[in-house]
């Protein structure tokens, strides 16, 4: 009996396991493609396979950072326009205790935790004030706030100001320099519970008190729901999840752009889940790979003129799969006629403008 | 007598328009009570006043012998007042079992009432597993009475129950209705005299914004000149 429940879990979620399975081969097949042996692999000798190594690590710190998006804009409806300060207070925040005030690796997670809640706090004050798009512009104003303090020159020594938080001393058992693998089985790791966490979460009672206020908030209050509660739990866990993926890019990065706490950088995971399919978590995990991997691939071969052709692939994504990769899949509808119609449309509106 | 439920001259604003200018509605415990009137007379507003979602700015609300005028919804739905909005708002992304399931306030009250439920309801037994998007619109009404009943609620307030429907669904909808007032004390909101007269014993007219006349559901029948003067031709 055991063994049929076992083998029917196994079943159910072969198509999350045949993933696993190949990010965990992924670092030696890729070593083996140019002749070196998973031993060298697994010492970190060889180049290219680390190099994928890196690769697959920014993916899996942009999946964390759009899941914790997808919770709160995707479950919960809470359009937030200052998701980046989440990450970026990570990301600063374990920079300057590793760098400027000698802070131990699991000391410095300890402030990344007591970060997350904090900034959860701050989104939640404002939470029952204001609704809709006055919360994202709200948000907005308070990641902008976070986005002057780190370019400003005053605190210049410990952020780096306009140039960005450099020469973190990363302790060397988790060095993305010596020890990528390790590194990138770490993040792999992290990835995975947090998205079995957010599974949960999501198919919990809480969250589905989320999914309801989402669809309107009235009907759940009336139900005898405090929904105050329920999106600040939302806002907690993705803020706390934001934070952590913050904390793992400067762990793997040479240095922190102050980018990643421009309203750029919240775009980024709205593209990510809209890629994937906004309200599904596997969406963000897709979207994350889309992406990165189209950045790359297009900057690598087509060079400058990318980004332009990058937002006309993001456009297209937008009339043809109006649910996201893994949403569109979900609804196992194409329904290709429909986005030449919109894009018509579009043209028609745009040429009778003139 | 025994009211479970007693509005006392409440005056409620939405923006700066004063709608109700008064209204009072005693509600007996274990009978249906119907709120009559027409179009914009503030039958709808008076429920969700009730329920302090529109909240009163004066006057009293008094549930099982407690104030509740100016309390939260979510608390005063808490105390087991069920609404039943109009338009059939059910959480559309939510299948029909994850829609009886949020309306739990305690622990297994979805299993507990189960088969009630069921019984009152068969069609959505069937249904269990789908979204409410599939619905049709009778199903959604019927869902969402059926996630009103789901938690100790005494009191249920049920807004336009019988609109857009087809006369087979009202009339199962009524029977419905009228099997589960056994458990609980129904307020009714109705436009449609005919189902009005045949659900409530109680009723209570609201004619712009204040309550004008009250009694039994059986004299208000033969009482053709009150009938015509508030409901129109009826």
């Known amino acids: 009996m055991a063994k049929d429940t076992l083998f029917s879990t196994l079943k159910q979620n072969q198509g999350m396991l045949f993933t696993l399975l190949v990010f965990i081969l992924l670092p030696f097949v890729v070593g083996l493609f140019n002749g070196a042996s998973p031993a060298q692999v697994w010492l970190n000798e060889s180049g290219h396979s680390k190099f994928i190594q890196g690769l697959a690590i920014e993916i899996f710190i942009l999946a964390l950072y759009a899941l914790s998006y997808d919770l709160i804009f995707g479950f919960t409806g809470l359009l937030s326009f200052g998701h980046s300060m989440f990450f970026a207070v990570g990301a600063y925040l374990t920079g300057i205790l590793l760098k400027s005030f000698g802070f131990s690796l699991a000391a410095t997670f300890g402030m990344l935790f007591l970060a997350g809640i904090v900034q959860a706090l701050l989104f939640g004050m404002v939470l029952p004030r204001v609704k809709g798009i006055t919360f994202a512009l709200v948000t907005l104003g308070m990641a902008s706030v976070f986005h002057v303090l780190v370019i400003s020159t005053e605190l210049g020594e410990y952020t780096g100001s306009d140039v960005g938080l450099q020469g973190v001393v990363v302790p060397a058992f988790i060095s993305p320099a010596s020890e990528r693998l390790r590194l990138y089985f770490v993040t792999l790791t992290i990835l995975i519970l947090v998205f079995l966490l957010y599974k949960r979460f999501v198919n919990s009672p809480t969250g589905r008190v989320c999914t309801a206020i989402r669809e309107n908030e009235g009907r759940a209050l009336m139900l005898g729901y405090n929904t105050f509660f329920f999106k600040l739990a939302a806002l907690m866990l993705s803020s706390l999840t934001a934070a952590l993926a913050g904390g793992l890019h400067t762990i793997y990065q040479p240095i922190v752009s102050p980018n990643v706490a421009g309203l750029g950088y919240t775009v980024t995971a709205l593209l990510i889940i809209l890629i994937g399919g906004v309200g599904t978590l596997n969406g963000a995990l897709v979207g994350a790979v889309v992406f990165r991997l189209l950045d790359y691939g297009l900057r690598r071969y087509i060079g400058e003129s990318a980004s332009f052709i990058n937002g006309a692939i993001y456009v297209a994504i937008v009339l043809f799969l109006p649910y996201g990769i893994v949403g569109t899949w979900k609804l196992k509808s194409m329904n290709l006629r429909q986005g030449w119609d919109r894009l018509l449309g579009m043209l028609n509106t745009a040429s009778k403008e003139k | ?234």
């Open chain 2, 1 to 234: 007598m025994d009211y479970l439920l007693d509005v006392q001259d409440i005056h409620t604003f939405i923006g700066q328009y004063h709608i109700l200018q008064g209204v009072d509605v005693r509600v007996p415990k274990g009978s249906i009570t119907a709120l009559l009137g027409r179009n914009g007379a503030g039958k709808t507003t008076t429920l969700k006043s009730i329920l302090g979602l529109t909240p009163p700015r004066q006057g009293r609300v008094i549930f099982e012998d407690r104030a509740i005028q100016g309390m939260h919804s979510f608390d005063i739905a808490s105390l087991g007042i069920g609404f039943v909005p109009e338009h059939r708002a059910i959480f559309r992304d939510l299948s029909v079992e994850e829609n009886l399931k949020i309306a739990e306030r305690k622990k297994d009250d979805y299993v507990r009432k189960r088969d009630f439920i069921f019984s009152l309801f068969p069609d959505l037994k069937r249904l269990i597993s789908l979204s409410g998007t599939n619905l049709s619109g009778g199903q959604q009404q019927m869902l969402a009475i059926a996630r009103a009943l789901v938690a100790d609620n005494r009191l249920l307030l049920i807004d336009e129950p019988s609109e857009g429907l087809a006369p087979v669904l009202i009339e199962q909808l009524m029977k419905a209705i009228l099997q589960l007032s056994a458990e609980s004390t129904v307020v009714l909101v109705e436009q449609n005299f005919l189902v009005a007269s045949q659900l409530a014993e109680y009723y209570v007219i609201i004619e712009e914004g204040r309550s004008v006349k009250e009694g039994k559901m059986k004299d208000l029948i033969n009482d053709k000149d009150t009938i015509h003067r508030y409901l129109g031709a009826a």
